[in-house]
């Protein structure tokens, strides 16, 4: 009912301001994975250390639960999902949230065959998780279409399907907290640039009357793209570089044009995509997501790109790739050899107390605001089987369940 009433709530509001109206259309009970509840009717109780522990939910009973929170507060909400067949408790703690940042200033320019570079010049390589998978999803998804709509068959093997998209989503999760983590923990200033995922994963099909070309090949890079998550990843570095109180800009791509522009002078030149080298009339010479990565840095940090700097360490030796290293430490492509011959990354920028720094907008300098109160999800699995990660996950435990009616028919869905 609480639903419907908002559902309702917002058409009226609609209605009186004039947007676009939609009347509140029915909804399947499929549609809802869950419940929530407010500040009554659950109760979490960690064990000593904050972890794991015993979750007591209204008319269910106590339920044995694993995983737990990084930073323990105010327990405000708790919500009860079901997916791919497992059970999860995702609970809402006003806390402090608390997080060490680094001493280097760091460009980071994403993209999809690394998936992210840094001023620096070291490249942090794309996983393609879904490419990992992508034959068993189509595999299972062949045997959901050839199965009898409403049976028991299409039920367990549409659940297949969920199961892959659900470790799909895990694995790539757990890679984005990693990657953010880590760049939020060696950072004391982050710039990169402002990305739009709608615009950059558009549909080249085009209409009728002029049809588009390379649609094949456009859709294959824009499901390339947001494998790599892009949205959700800003979303997280912003979060974490605000609980480390490391700002945080996002340079506009309209104005800056980090791809096109050379780090060394500022000068704009267009680049078609296979273009992955910048070479400019100056000297400089370097990897291209490199100097998108410099040029976001120079104007998050002067306002302006040009000269931000040297042209000496910007130039490559004999028209050879400068140094370029992983992030986990390997030599990768165009690595340095005996002699010098191939020009060193610029040193990491380390910034002094009183550096001033000048944000592109207003909304840029959000992560530079002092950090206060805010209230951070945590999430629980619970699952009556499989094994889990330790990301803050509590699982219930079929045996740990009160006998009742309701507290059966739970456990026999899961």
């Known amino acids: ?86 059970w999860y408790a995702s609970i809402v703690l006003e806390c402090h949230p608390e997080r060490r940042g680094g001493t280097e200033a760091l460009g980071l320019d ?19 998780l879904l490419e990992r998978d992508l034959e068993k999803l189509a595999a299972a998804q062949q045997v959901l279409a050839r199965k009898k709509r409403g049976s028991r068959r299409r039920a367990k093997a549409k659940l297949a399907v969920h199961r892959l998209h659900e470790k799909i989503r895990n694995r790539r999760a757990h890679f984005l907290h990693q990657v953010s983590a880590d760049l939020v923990a060696r950072a004391s200033f982050l710039a990169t640039e402002k990305l739009a995922t709608k615009n950059l994963t558009r549909s080249a099909a085009g209409t009728v009357e002029e049809p588009g070309s390379n649609v094949a090949q456009k859709a294959g890079l824009n499901r390339a793209i947001l494998d790599t998550a892009p949205a959700r990843f800003l979303a997280l570095l912003r979060y974490k570089a605000k609980e480390a109180g490391v700002p945080f800009v996002e340079v506009d791509t309209k104005t800056a044009k980090p791809s096109q522009t050379c780090p060394a002078c500022g000068a704009v030149a267009k680049k078609e995509l296979a273009e992955r080298v910048h070479r400019c009339s100056c000297g400089a010479e370097l990897p291209r997501d490199q100097a998108a990565a410099l040029v976001c840095l120079g104007v998050a940090l002067t306002g302006d790109a040009r000269g931000a700097w040297p042209l000496a360490s910007l130039r490559s030796a004999g028209g050879r790739l400068r140094s370029e290293t992983t992030a986990c430490g390997g030599q990768g492509r165009g690595a340095a050899a005996p002699g010098g011959e191939v020009g060193s990354p610029p040193p990491p920028v380390c910034l002094p107390q009183n550096h001033t720094m000048l944000p592109v907008s207003p909304s840029s300098s959000a992560g530079a605001r002092p950090r206060g109160r805010r209230k951070a999800r945590r999430e629980a699995v619970l699952p009556t089987a499989g094994s889990l990660r330790n990301d803050a996950m509590l699982p219930l435990s079929p045996g740990d369940v009160a006998n009742d009616e309701d507290d059966q028919l739970l456990v026999e869905d899961a």
């Not at 209605?15 to 009554?40: E, L």
């Not at 015993?54 to 639960?65: D, P, T």
């Not at 999809?112 to 996983?127: C, K, Q, R």
Request: with cysteine.
């Open 110 to 128: 994403w993209g999809v065959a690394h998936f992210a570079t840094l001023s620096d010049g070291s490249t942090i390589e794309n996983p393609r």
């Open 1 to 86: 009912m609480k639903r419907v009433d908002l559902a309702y709530q917002a058409f009226f509001r609609r209605v009186r301001t004039g947007g676009p109206v939609g009347f509140p259309r029915f909804r399947a009970w499929r549609d809802f994975p869950g419940w929530t509840y407010t500040q009554t009717g659950w109760r979490w109780t960690p064990r000593q250390d904050g972890k794991h522990g015993r979750l007591a939910l209204a008319n269910v009973g106590s339920i044995r639960v694993r995983g737990g929170a990084r930073t323990l507060g105010r327990m405000k909400t708790c919500t009860i999902l079901r997916r791919a067949g497992k």
